[in-house]
């Protein structure tokens, strides 16, 4: 067990054999058995896997002839081997032999299952729908059975072979399955009838869906006529509906609505009819009946389905506070169809004013959270909502009410960590990355114990889920995001002189010669399926957007990575001279200093760095100035890489690592101090004012007064402001590398000079990068400045809304008033001051770093 805790499959193997001598226990033996299956698993070469796997099969070969074999989890590693190494006749063997019935503790269709699998890898195609006739009858509510017998059929039916056609005979079975008056309250024949009219449709077959399915809606409205009236009736009929003709779409929406029995009013008068309702509600913009609407029609519906979930509140007055309501998709649909509208807004909207909508937005979601307090769907929305706004202090709070925990942090994180920290919010950014980046580092531990848990009770077959398990988080796209952002908030947000940068560095143990990013197995691991949506499926979030949103966030990470190998490259040339001819003294070889690389190499490290980040920076090109893609609402927020590679963070960066490489050629080559060409010192600097002077104009356009903030103008602002801040403490660092190399000259040429009592002429690097510093402070001294200033107007602003009561708000709606949204726009504007204090501490600790820099 100690090998299995280390993954040393091979000493596993040797050490379960030794046992197996010592005491022959099948456990012993069927642990070697597993240790073969695991080093081919992890094995790179084809023939070392094919080769491990063959004497796993081998071994157990020999036990089954000897009849040794006694135990379920045996015969079931023994089909794992085959399965894997796709021995499917064999494996149908094995449940064809004796041992099949030392099976018994698993579902009773587990062994059909297996031989419907096996049967079908096999292309057995009348032996595998023989096999699935069996489950359906067995089980008919089992979906998976009729999905997998339909598949065989078409398969059947594409293969040629068998005397009549398997789709008549298949539509027949099902048919008579639904008419089967014993399975009167199955769901699953009728939608057996539609999955084949879907499977038709895929494979270029619709004219035969009359014959073989009958009338395509007409199927569809006798299932919504029996099932309408639940909860699952949308979810079960949601990828059958681009069947749907268009020019029935009405006629099928009107059946739908005339079976939800309304008041006279036109209220539901019991759950039931909520739900049929909803059902129609759904449908209509699932086939697409809202997607030309006008802005002002969104805001009308999302009003009428508000004034629908304040109506139908009594009818879940008995429910507990955990329980999820019946009308609580009312109020979901009724918020994603205004941020439609406010996503729709113009700047110049006369008609939908999107800086009141935004806010009446949030209202009704708090409201409907403090109602339905386990309703996740509402929470996320609302996170969504203040993130729209740059209120992220707000979006923590909604956050902490999801209580996301273990896995969560990895699959639901990206909601907030990543805006909170482009919005300056670093103490709550620090509180989830400290929570997610412990989960993430006890991984191995709590993966561990399942493991040899497997090994001691039999369990071998989930020994390799475990450890791709493991393998899936050890490798996680966001661990490895939240990681290096974690390190670059160490280093540049509250650093306030080089000693402590140089103890944080050190800390930080980051190596400079060696990535220990695995690239090619980074998992993108965000559930970005877990709102619900009902969106055309044309309209909703696609692989291939999820996909490109994970390659832009790898090439942002990639960015950052050499960023902070060259920072660690560049603090290595930055140490004081006491410490280099420490490091010198106890030298052992050229080559190494204490296991390091001595000075020259690290130089040499730093150029190469420096290279490699302006070439990832190139391939980046298809991202600069380019706007990002316009994702559903249930998809990712735009990767970072847009903002970051729109304004010159990184050429800032290579300016003035490049300069640290000038400087410190210059001072370790033969032709001296003044042969430092100063160029590049003026091309850095003016990089950097160029920047500030940019970014003020970020700092003039944030809207912090509520409710005049129009959604999406926030949080590119903050995102630039914070990309700066980060940028600038990046810049302070290798300056402060160049001042340990200039100060001990500078000093060295004062005292040569006053002991000859002559002017001091000191070399022009210096005096440009004196002069640097003392432009960079008051750079630095003017961008906090309007940083204070904004944060004063906004606590100014906020006082004199709250004397006034707010009473610019234009909020009231059918479930909340101007009064429930003025903590609203309290909590707000406070999440705007917390996070422009942040921002301005931040900017003060560079600014102090930066007047320590002076010679």
């Not at 059947?156 to 008579?176: H, Q, T």
């Not at 699932?286 to 979930?309: C, M, P, R, W």
């Not at 559930?527 to 790898?554: G, H, Y």
């Not at 005096?767 to 402070?777: G, K, M, P, R, V």
Request: aromatic share 8%; glycine share 4%.
């Amino acid at each position: 067990m100690a090998y299995v805790r280390v993954g040393d499959y091979k000493n596993q193997q040797q050490t379960a054999l030794k046992l197996y001598k010592l005491k022959p226990k099948n456990p012993y033996y069927f642990w070697a058995v597993m240790s073969h299956v695991m080093q081919a698993y992890k094995s790179s070469d084809p023939n070392g896997k094919k080769i491990s796997l063959l004497l796993a099969e081998r071994m157990i070969t020999l036990f089954v002839k000897d009849g040794k074999i006694d135990a379920e989890a045996e015969v079931l590693t023994y089909l794992h081997i085959l399965e894997i190494q796709n021995k499917y006749a064999e494996a149908l063997g094995v449940l064809d032999s004796s041992l099949a019935e030392k099976v018994v503790h698993q579902p009773q269709n587990f062994l059909a299952l297996k031989r419907a699998t096996y049967l079908s890898r096999l292309s057995q195609w009348e032996n595998a729908a023989a096999v699935c006739k069996e489950l359906i009858t067995t089980e008919p509510d089992n979906w998976q059975h009729y999905v997998e017998y339909i598949r065989v059929m078409m398969e059947l039916k594409l293969s040629g072979s068998g005397e009549s056609d398997p789709l008549v005979e298949a539509a027949a079975f099902l048919k008579n399955h639904k008419q089967n008056k014993a399975l009167e309250n199955s769901r699953a024949p009728i939608l057996g009838l539609l999955q084949l009219a879907l499977v038709l449709h895929e494979k270029g077959m619709d004219e035969r869906t009359l014959e073989l399915c009958g009338d395509f809606v007409e199927i569809l409205q006798e299932y919504i006529r029996g099932y309408g009236d639940k909860l699952c009736c949308y979810g079960d009929i949601i990828n059958f509906l681009p069947l749907v003709p268009k020019d029935r779409i009405s006629d099928f929406l009107n059946y739908t609505k005339g079976l939800a029995q309304l008041n006279e009013d036109g209220i539901p008068i019991n759950v039931e009819t909520v739900y049929r309702n909803l059902s129609w509600m759904q449908l209509r913009r699932a086939l697409g009946e809202q997607e030309n609407i006008s802005v002002g029609e969104h805001v009308q519906f999302s009003d009428t389905l508000v004034k629908l979930y304040k109506q139908t509140l009594h009818l879940s007055s008995h429910m507990a506070d955990t329980d999820i309501r019946p009308g609580d998709t009312y109020l979901i649909l009724a918020a994603q169809s205004y941020l439609k509208a406010v996503a729709k807004c113009g700047m110049t909207t006369n008609d939908v004013n999107p800086r009141q909508l935004i806010i009446k937005v949030a209202t009704v979601l708090e409201h409907g959270i403090e109602i339905s307090k386990a309703n996740f769907q509402l929470k996320l929305l609302l996170i969504k909502a203040y993130n729209m706004i740059g209120a992220t202090e707000a979006s923590h709070n909604v956050y902490e009410k999801c209580d996301l925990k273990h896995i969560q942090l990895d699959t639901l994180g990206h909601v907030l960590a990543l805006q909170s920290l482009d919005c300056g919010s670093y103490g709550i950014t620090t509180d989830i990355i400290s929570s997610t980046l412990k989960f993430f580092m006890a991984n191995y531990k709590d993966t561990t114990d399942p493991l040899i848990s497997s090994y001691k009770y039999g369990s071998l077959t989930s020994i390799p889920e475990f450890v791709d398990f493991r393998e899936r988080l050890n490798n996680s796209l966001h661990f490895a995001i939240l990681t290096a952002e974690q390190m670059l908030m160490d280093l540049t947000t509250d650093v306030s002189s080089h000693n402590q940068f140089m103890e944080t560095v050190h800390q930080l143990d980051i190596d400079p010669a060696a990535d220990k990013t695995v690239w090619d197995e980074l998992c993108d691991n965000r559930d970005l399926r877990v709102m619900n949506t009902w969106e055309p499926l044309s309209r909703c979030l696609q692989e291939s957007d999820i996909k490109a949103s994970a390659e832009a966030d790898i090439a942002l990470l990639k960015l950052r990575n050499i960023t902070l190998r060259m920072v660690s490259a560049a603090s290595r040339l930055g140490q004081s001279k006491e410490n280099n001819d420490q490091a010198s003294a106890n030298k052992e070889n050229s080559g190494c200093i204490n296991g390091e690389a001595n000075v020259t190499s690290d130089a040499h490290l730093l150029v190469e760095l420096t290279k490699r980040l302006e070439q990832e920076y190139e391939e980046c090109s298809r991202y600069k100035n380019n706007r990002h893609p316009e994702l559903p609402l249930q998809g990712p927020d735009p990767s970072r890489i847009y903002l970051y590679t729109s304004r010159s963070y990184v050429p800032a960066l290579v300016k003035h690592a490049k300069v640290l490489q000038e400087v410190h050629s210059c001072t370790q080559g033969s032709l001296g101090i003044d042969s430092c060409a100063v160029e590049i010192i003026k091309e850095a600097r003016e990089e950097v004012e160029d920047l500030i002077s940019l970014h003020l104009q970020d700092v003039t356009s944030l809207e912090t007064t509520t409710p005049r903030i129009y959604p999406g103008v926030n949080p590119p602002a903050f995102a630039h402001i914070h990309h700066l801040s980060q940028t600038l403490g990046l810049v302070t660092i290798l300056l402060g590398c160049c001042f340990v190399i200039l100060k001990p000259i500078k000093t060295a040429i004062s005292k040569k000079n006053k002991k000859r009592k002559e002017s001091v002429t000191m070399p022009e690097v210096v005096l440009h990068y004196t002069s640097y510093i003392t432009s960079l402070a008051s750079e630095l001294q003017k961008f906090e400045k309007a940083i204070s200033d904004k944060n004063s107007e906004v606590k100014s602003a906020a006082e004199e809304n709250h004397q006034k009561g707010y009473s610019a708000l234009d909020v009231a709606n059918h479930l909340t008033s101007n009064e429930d949204a003025k903590p609203i726009c309290e909590k707000i504007e406070q999440s705007y001051v917390k996070s422009l204090e942040r921002l301005c501490s931040s900017i003060n600790d560079k600014l102090k770093y930066v007047s320590s820099l002076k010679l």
